[in-house]
């Protein structure tokens, strides 16, 4: 039932990632004038000869006199096979400039996830047994902050707080010596001790959601008659508490990876371009801003991809913790 | 006593007259944190309103002198020489110094100079709304050759509270005119999914949840880089809002969705039904009345998400652009680390944003508290 349950909605997902290819592709072709013009503009202003034959062989290749089912067609068969078109900014394929910035920013997700997890359920579990106490306060004021200040504002400040007040510069994901340095055992050291202040900057109002979730769901089990009867037979409090509201008012915790994802990486794009981290996010902003729209189609795309699949895996995680959702 | 016809009509109490409005209202006010963000929402609907007469100055003149001078204090006791004083609001004029190796300034108030504030004094003309022509302000230097910064200036030397100001009513404009048109998608959509169900409903859903699982930055990053660089503002400012509610639609759909299908099988719009209502009457005379409180909440708890949407896309110089003045634009000079370490009152349209985003948040939860006044769960 279980494994039925898995296939289907693993099969649900295909259709979704296909839907998201289109909105890529159409965000591609969107600007006026296809790439191919930008481009001369570009070599023109700076002075260089355009070159009318290498413009028509770019035309060709990407099929930018044929209609729009057709360029998709070409675009899309193309990606398949793991080829993203060329950056006519960078002058090199997509697909070299891409896969180590998604690396990151999918790590810098999922770390922000599990530590958004094992802040807010605590915190959560609290605020709902100490309910209107000073910590179910402090918590609830902290997740309004969370709610109501854009991450990118709390970057600044954290970073203005670093430069005034401790000289040090908070932005980037490596020490500069690291920077360029190929993948070992010390660079993975460097990132640790970096990763952790986009966490805490892109986790804050995950968390302010999450604990709200959690206080909230978890208030509504504590009331219940069985809640009493486990009293009544002499359980200890933090055993009935964690055996047995905690774990019915996880459901719908697990159910908001669902919507956090997404979540997160959307505030990903925006911190990582107030901090300079190599993720996906600056590269996306700066080939948007040049129309470089391959770079930026294969980003969007691939993005999208991963919050698609964020969405299935929360599904199946709901579905392995909650029996009742598989026999919907 | 005349003998009651129906026993039932003895137990009523004034609140079984009062409307659906005063209950609500009722409900509503005992929320006090609910209450005061209507007030300060209210303030930055007021602000908004008659930016070009609260601003103390026109937002876009440059001072060439003035860069990124610092904020000052306003006193409001004046004494003279011979030790009496009058009440007159001032503030000291500061003093420049420049440092000979870096050319940065430093500013240093001199006890010396006052530049004296008048209220409802002249100072530069604007035309309010583009149609009444005025040079009053609430509040500017009675001697219109001097100028004072309670916000600060930025790196063109432009006033800050003026931008602040006239930031307010395109941004707070743009989250209201936003989720209407959200609501007016959604209201469409989530009606014909809720009223109708079967496969409209089915299409519809798969629509929300594919909308709702992509991430909304990237979408709206890459529509707006599609957008002509050399539109003109205002339409600039149009195209923005139609793309946030492009993406922002699915939120109100599902709550107008939840509403029909909760409705549909209520007894009242049954009867109605079976009246002979037409079905927009059953819809629009019946059912509408008792969705509207839930949809007045669920639009108050989207504006402050659309007002940060548009802060982010203009932050990232891919939503409105300069000369529109709106929150985001005023952060994006608040970006590099050099300029907000010296001039850290940059950060101040940041606060308008927390803090309306706030006092709508609040305001929501009220009104969504209070949406069903018949609800005796003792909230």
Redesign the interface.
Known sequence: MLLNYIIRRTLWAFPFMFAASIVAFALITLPPGDYVTTFAQTLSQSGDVVDETRLAALRERYGLDQPFIIQYFRWISGVLVGDFGISFEWQQPVAGLIWERLGLSFILEISTLIFAWGLALPIGIYSAIRKYSVGDYVASVIGFIGLAVPNFLIALVLMYIAVVHFGTDVSGLFSPEYRQAPWSFDKFVNLLTHIWIPIIILGTSTVAGLIRIMRANLLDELNKPYVTTARAKGLTEFNLILKYPVRLALNPFVSTIGWAFPQLISGAVITAYVLALPTSGPLLLQALLAQDMYLAGAFILLLCCFSIIGMLVSDILLAIVDPRIRFR | MATVADPRAAELTADAHASQLVLTWRAFRKHKLALFSAIVVLLFAIVGIFAEFLAPFDPNVTTSKDLYHPPQGIHLIDTAEDGSWSVRPFVYAMKVTRDPMTLQSSYAPDENRKIYLGFFAEGASYSMWGLIPSNRHFVTTVNPAERFYLFGTDRLGRDVLSRTIHGTRISMSIGLLGVTLSLIIGLILGGLSGYYGGTIDMVVQRLV??I????????W???S??L?QDWPPLIRYFAITVILSLVGWTELARVVRGRFLALRTEDFVTAARLDGGSQLRVIFRHMMPSMFSHIIASVTLAI?AMI?AE??LS????GLMPPTISWGVL?KE??N?RS??QA?WL?IP?GA??LA??AL?FLGDGLRDAADPYSNDGR
């Open positions: 949840e594919l709702l699982s992509l991430p909304t930055i990237p979408i990053l890459g529509l880089a599609a002509p402050p940060i802060t982010a932050f990232l110089g891919l952060l608040a970006q680390v907000i370490a850290p950060f940041g944003v927390c985003v706030l948040n």
